[in-house]
């Protein structure tokens, strides 16, 4: 590994941590503006997260040590992901240390601490949130996991920079294979999202929230990292998709100076059109009942497999 | 003593006789908690720690030995092989036993079911008959071996023999165990091929007929599978396991279960040497029936150890789907791939007998501080039993599949052989190969459901009953024990690349082919050459562990550290009670809805009007009321319908004496 990949490594870290919280306003922005609402500005999930960290905490009594460290475990998984993503540049030097089953492997991490600390305090709601997250998480992981092997067959990699470096060479033309992919995909990233229509960021509503469940009884410092990691996420479901379906102008090679005057650019564009399509895909689903969600992800989870049918079949005609 | 360790198998068969004089040791003071506890168990753990020494060293070193005991038969003494294979099995024994026998030395208690002194030679001969199986060379050794493993779990299984409810579940698994030991029986009676010879070097030079040969698979993957817990023969199990002390639970989940994983690659791979590719399909396509089985019961369970149980079962499905995909590739002659899945099968089968020995354990001290069993009745209990609730979390993440911890790493290399699957001459298998690594993915995550459940609801949350508060922490050897196999959980974890090195010999032996390693990194596996796959879970952890180290402390100097501590929030609700928590039937809910056409459910709901609302719910097993109640009662009724030649007279009797000498002679008269 060279030097310069050591930088686009620690670019591609810093940038995600900064673009997140942007991202996550953006998408906000466009759904006020679909929903003829006076937009908030892009950079109100940056004042939010400064604001929270001057805040002082407040804990429960009986809270564990594993509530407060479950705020720094979480932001930790969630950064080692965006580190291991291809968003840039594909010559990572960490991504060694973790292909794309290990990838979600830290998603899942994330998952469990987050729902065990929601369980921690006792609280009605915790445990409810915690409930609930499992419950699209045993069904989303393996979605996604599928739609991972998918690329992974196509391109004989399971690590990410190699799946993209592949399908970056492809001619333009979608495999059959990745069409039912890229349907199962978007799906996963709105389940996982805690996006419309499986939960709604926007409420606290008892009868359909999962992923503010979990939070009730975060405050201050630790709700900071906690609202930063879910934008993160977010940020790095958006980075996945693009990796996989849409990984054209990603630098290939050992990154230079134009490299990432090309890349960073397009990432922008991509994150921009992510957004926008989120937005809408929001504003014209209504939210499901709780209940309903395991079919909507059964669904995701039949797209994932069927997809991987096909390359199958296809490929055994071929 | 130099003669005796001079040979790996000579100090192996000296330790297993040690565990058996230990054992019988404890008849010398059979009353004694003390001596038992203190002296005894941990003496076993030694011995066990010993064992796993040289099994190791036997491995690494990859070589063969044989030895003939002079007694045994007059005309076959018992025969005694340490190979690979036996030497990887041996080392899972002795590292996973010591664990559970130092805990064992702080766990038994006085005036608990069997008398200590007897429960301890029970256990040794546990152990070392356990340890016998793995070395035995010939089929009457073997099956001498196996009925006593058999017959000294059951009495563990019934140590509090006063509650029906474990005189049952005892009884049950006798019963099992026996129809399991038959069809092993004939296993072997199909495989000496006319010889009449029972050694097992004579059974590898016999040449059997394809369809003799296919009957001998399908006898030992009945009997081994039904050791196993493969589904539909599991039902022993969710019933035995439980009811043992939880030492013993561990035991057998974490090691006995693995003795039939050991029997079956033996005959399969070794005895039989050349499968054919479709008989991997059976213990694959019933592996994956099982795990997906194994941990949707899981996930509905409401007694701590039952839901181990159903997660054992979980588990040994996809020990068995690696096996069953190994057997198909090397039958497909893709001796690389087979390597590959069969390495997953192995370090699946090393994993769970530490991650499940763990978790038992630790249902175990959680059973002596609370005396509760009932996960609905307990939470909380990490404030006062910190030891057990943060040692039981590393195995609950573990089994879970999470990196960077050792379940991650099987599971990782099953989905890897899978992956790789994609070019078997047989387009029937290559259409059900995807359909399996979907399954596989999703009992994985099931599974995290699963220990969200365990852990969050005996650990977190608000005690549930007012006398948990008096619960305290495991002693001293309980603590040794637990931080022993978590230890273990986080090596086998860390350092995949050097246990895939010393797996290289079994599989070499197994199959022909090793997995192949870059021995520049030790610290990165990358088993599939040619393709760009890798896991270094030591960067991995290192770079999350330093993340998390570099946030906390910017976060420390940035900003002020002040914490208030007040009640809950609870979104100001006010009145917040333990019983407002989810319980397990709560926690299980979802999953209950989801697959509600797995379960047999009787619900009794409360009417609106009821004054005291009741709400029960119980979930038994299909197979029981479908398959095993009809056989029981057809088999019944075949018994009484045979007694009426039981009159009970001696005339009658003597009646039959005389009727057969008339029927013999006639037929020497007439033949």
């Known amino acids: ?318 | 003593m130099t003669t005796i360790f001079s040979s790996p198998l000579t100090g192996c068969a000296g330790l297993l006789a040690a565990w058996g004089l230990i054992g019988l040791a404890g008849l010398l003071r059979p009353a004694s908690v003390r001596f038992a506890g203190r002296t005894l168990f941990p003496l076993g753990a030694m011995a066990g720690l010993a064992l796993a020494a040289i099994a190791g060293s036997s491995l690494l070193a990859g070589g063969t030995e044989q030895l003939v005991l002079p007694f045994g038969l007059p005309d076959l003494p018992f025969h005694l092989r340490l190979d690979p294979l036996s030497s990887f099995f041996l080392l899972l024994l002795g590292a996973s036993s010591a664990g559970v026998s130092v805990f064992a030395g702080g766990y038994f208690r006085q005036g608990e079911g069997t008398a200590p002194g007897l429960l301890c030679l029970q256990y040794h001969l546990f152990l070392a008959s356990m340890g016998w199986v793995l070395l035995a060379d010939d089929a009457y050794g073997f099956m001498v071996a196996w009925e006593v493993m058999a017959l000294s779990s059951y009495f563990l299984v019934t140590t509090q023999h006063r509650i029906p409810e474990i005189r049952r579940a005892g009884f049950i698994y006798l019963l099992m165990a026996h129809l399991g030991a038959i069809a092993i029986l004939l296993c072997f009676g199909v495989l000496q091929g006319g010889s009449w010879q029972f050694t097992f070097d004579a059974m590898r030079a016999a040449h059997l007929a394809p369809a003799w040969a296919a009957a001998a698979f399908l006898l030992a993957l009945a009997g081994f599978g039904l050791k196993a817990g493969l589904v539909p023969l599991h039902v022993w199990l969710p019933e035995a396991h439980p009811a043992a002390p939880s030492p013993v639970s561990a035991l057998m989940s974490g090691v006995m279960l693995k003795t039939a994983v050991y029997g079956l690659l033996r005959v399969t791979l070794d005895l039989l040497g050349r499968p054919v590719w479709w008989w991997g399909l059976v213990p694959l396509i019933l592996g994956l029936f099982t795990a997906f089985y194994g941990v949707v019961f899981a996930a509905v369970q409401t007694d701590m150890k039952r839901l181990l149980a159903y997660s054992s079962i979980e588990n040994m499905g996809i020990v068995f789907t690696g096996l069953g995909l190994s057997v198909i590739f090397l039958g497909a002659g893709m001796q690389a791939v087979a390597a590959l899945a069969l390495l997953a099968t192995l370090y699946h089968c090393l994993n769970h007998s530490f991650m499940k020995s763990l978790l038992f354990l630790g249902t175990g001290s959680v059973l002596h501080a609370t005396g509760e069993r009932n996960l609905g009745r307990l939470g909380g209990l990490i404030h006062s039993m910190p030891w057990v609730a943060w040692l039981t979390l590393i195995g609950a993440l573990a089994i879970a599949g999470l990196p960077p911890l050792n379940g991650f790493v099987s599971e990782w290399l099953l989905l890897q052989s899978f992956l790789f699957a994609d070019r078997v001459p047989h387009e029937f298998v290559n259409l059900l190969i995807p359909m399996g690594m979907a399954l596989v993915a999703l009992c994985a995550a099931l599974a995290g459901y699963v220990m969200v459940k365990f852990f969050g609801v005996i650990f977190l949350g608000q005690p549930r009953e007012p006398s948990l508060a008096h619960a305290h922490d495991c002693g001293r050897l309980e603590r040794l024990g637990l931080a022993w196999l978590a230890l273990g959980c986080v090596l086998l974890g860390l350092l995949p690349f050097q246990v895939v090195a010393a797996l290289g010999a079994v599989t070499r032996q197994l199959v022909g082919a090793a997995v192949p390693q870059a021995a520049s990194h030790w610290w990165l596996l990358a088993p599939v050459p040619g393709r760009a796959v890798s896991y270094g879970p030591i960067i991995f952890l290192a770079a999350t562990a330093g993340v998390v180290a570099l946030t906390a402390l910017v976060v420390r100097l940035a900003y002020h550290q002040r914490v208030r501590r007040t009640p809950a929030w609870d979104c100001g609700f006010g009145s917040l009670t333990p019983r407002m928590q989810d319980t397990a039937e709560g926690f299980g809910q979802p999953i209950r809805n989801i697959f509600q056409s797995f379960f047999q459910i009787e619900r009794e709901l409360p009417a609106p009007s009821d004054r005291t609302p009741r709400y029960r719910i119980a979930i038994a097993d299909r197979f029981w009321r479908t398959v095993y109640e009809p056989l029981g009662s057809s088999v019944q009724r075949l018994a009484s319908a045979v007694a009426f030649l039981q009159q009970g007279r001696v005339s009658v009797y003597l009646l039959y004496s005389f009727v057969t000498l008339i029927v013999l002679l006639a037929l020497a008269l007439f033949a």
């Open chain 1, 1 to 318: 590994m060279r030097p310069e990949d050591w930088l686009t490594q620690f670019i591609e870290i810093v940038a995600a941590l900064a673009a997140a919280p942007i991202f996550l306003g953006w998408v906000s922005q466009c759904r006020a503006w679909l929903q003829n609402r006076r937009a908030p500005s892009l950079w109100l999930p940056y004042r939010n997260i400064r604001k929270l960290f001057h805040k002082e905490a407040v804990i429960a009594q009986n809270a564990s040590r594993l509530f407060r460290l479950a705020p720094y475990v979480v932001f930790g998984t969630m950064v080692l992901a965006a580190a291991i993503i291809p968003s840039m540049g594909t010559r990572l030097p960490l991504v060694v240390s973790a292909d794309a089953i290990a990838l979600v492997g830290l998603f899942a991490t994330a998952r469990v601490f987050m729902a065990l600390a929601a369980m921690d305090i006792g609280t009605a709601f915790g445990t409810l949130g915690a409930r609930r997250e499992m419950m699209v998480g045993f069904l989303a992981e393996p979605a996604l996991l599928m739609v991972i092997f998918v690329a992974s067959l196509l391109s004989a990699s399971t690590a990410l920079p190699a799946i993209t470096e592949h399908l970056a060479t492809q001619t333009l033309g979608l495999d059959p294979a990745l069409a039912f992919t890229a349907v199962a995909f978007t799906l996963v990233l709105l389940a996982e999202n805690a996006r419309i229509p499986v939960d709604n960021p926007s409420t606290h509503l008892e009868l359909t929230m999962i992923h503010e469940a979990m939070l009730l009884e975060y405050s201050a410092r630790h709700l900071a990292l906690m609202e930063w990691t879910t934008a993160l996420k977010l940020f790095n479901y958006a980075c996945i998709g693009f990796a996989l379906f849409i990984p054209w102008g990603v630098a290939t090679g050992h990154i230079g100076p134009l490299g990432l005057a090309v890349a960073i650019p397009t990432l922008a564009v991509k994150l921009a059109l992510a957004g926008g399509g989120l937005a809408l895909i929001e504003t014209l689903c209504a939210k499901l009942r709780v209940m309903r969600a395991p079919e909507f992800l059964a669904t995701a989870y039949l797209f994932a497999v069927l997809g991987l049918l096909v390359h199958v079949m296809l490929g055994a005609r071929g």
